[in-house]
């Protein structure tokens, strides 16, 4: 009777002990798989990095993407740069080391980071929705009400607003106390493994969730649903096909770009999860984290003609540059030789 009530101390304590790192699990399996995707990871890294820069550079020095479409596009491209360093390097060394520790305060900043990330890219899209629907449905008040000074006050209010809800949830979630398992079998420190894992009354998140997601999703969803209602009203009302299908062609790019965003985020947090797998959770945070961050460049870049001509000027730029540097070079030579 005596050892029975040790043991149940001893486990009581250990219970309760608090906890200050975490064991993130990432994907168990064999280490060929892991390499494998270690090596697919790397490569769509690699190339949502490159994605997004090419097109903030671009958007940055080329006089004909100077506009608020491209403007909003370029602050979207470092939403997605800010979400994949964020989540991708530290997936890396949980692949190689199947699983990988994180401190607390590590594992609370990406969290922060990407919470920002995710509601910067909700309210972006929603601007950019807005945008749309101003230069299709008010062509005429467009440059008055798109100028520059106007798109700059919006992005700057939009990465606040992002920035103080994380904020707000971040510090919520840094004051529960851990205890007990500290594994969380996931991918990185998203809020439902940590709350899973908490001992605190997790009521106030929640609470906190839920009023926060008004202005961080559906306010900005309402705003999408609402401008693209407008914009297909104002499409149909064209005479003229083409006229119709230039007008579409506009925010095509963006229609494409916001039905995989939510599709993929609504699939991980929204849908109905009873009988969703620990494997198939995991699946749908890649799709939002590290695939839809490679998939946005590559859509503006192939459907947008701007872009395409932008990066054709910049090559032919840039070669132009190295041939001179390269004449140059010859002609000292040929200088000092002779």
């Known amino acids: 009777m005596c050892l029975y ?23 168990q399996s ?14 769509v890294f690699g190339a949502t990095i490159w994605g997004n820069v090419l097109i903030v550079l671009l958007v940055s020095i080329t006089k004909i993407l100077h506009t608020p479409m491209y403007f909003f596009i370029s602050q979207l491209s470092i939403s997605d740069i800010l979400l994949s360093t964020d989540i991708v390097p530290n997936l890396f060394h949980i692949l190689l080391n199947n699983g990988a520790t994180m401190t607390f305060i590590s594992c609370i900043t990406q969290f922060y980071f990407f919470c920002a990330s995710e509601a910067s890219e909700c309210l972006l899209l929603a601007l ?68 899973e894992l908490s001992c605190s009354d997790i009521f106030i998140i929640y609470l906190e969730i839920y009023v926060l997601g008004i202005p961080t999703v559906v306010l900005p969803t309402t705003i999408i649903v609402v401008s ?13 096909s083409t006229g119709r299908q230039k007008a579409f062609s506009t925010c095509s790019s963006h229609l494409i770009v916001v039905s995989i965003f939510y599709w993929t985020l609504f699939g991980a947090y929204v849908f109905p999860t009873k009988g969703r797998t620990v494997t198939i959770s995991k699946i749908l945070s890649l799709l939002y984290t590290v695939f839809t961050p ?42 000092r030789i002779f």
């Open 128 to 195: 950019m929705s807005y945008d749309r629907y101003v230069a299709i449905c008010t062509p005429l008040l467009y440059v008055s009400i798109m100028t520059n000074d106007s798109c700059a006050k919006l992005a700057a209010m939009c990465w606040l607003l992002d920035s103080s809800i994380s904020c707000v949830v971040t510090l919520t979630l840094s004051t529960l106390k851990y205890c007990g398992s500290n594994i969380i079998d996931h991918l990185f420190c998203d809020l439902v493994p940590l709350l």
């Open 5 to 27: 009530d040790e043991e149940e101390t001893l486990m009581i304590v250990t219970n309760l002990t608090e906890v200050t790192e975490f064991f993130i699990l990432g994907f």
């Open 294 to 335: 490679l998939i946005n460049p590559i859509i503006y870049s192939l459907r947008n003609k701007d872009i395409k001509k932008s990066v054709q000027e910049t090559l032919h730029n840039l070669l132009l540059v190295l041939i001179e540097l390269f004449e140059s070079n010859i002609s000292i030579f040929s200088n």
């Open 228 to 240: 693209y209602t407008c914009i297909i009203s104002s499409i149909l009302r064209i005479p003229s």
């Open 30 to 43: 064999c280490q060929l798989l892991r390499k494998v995707l270690f090596l697919l990871f790397l490569l």
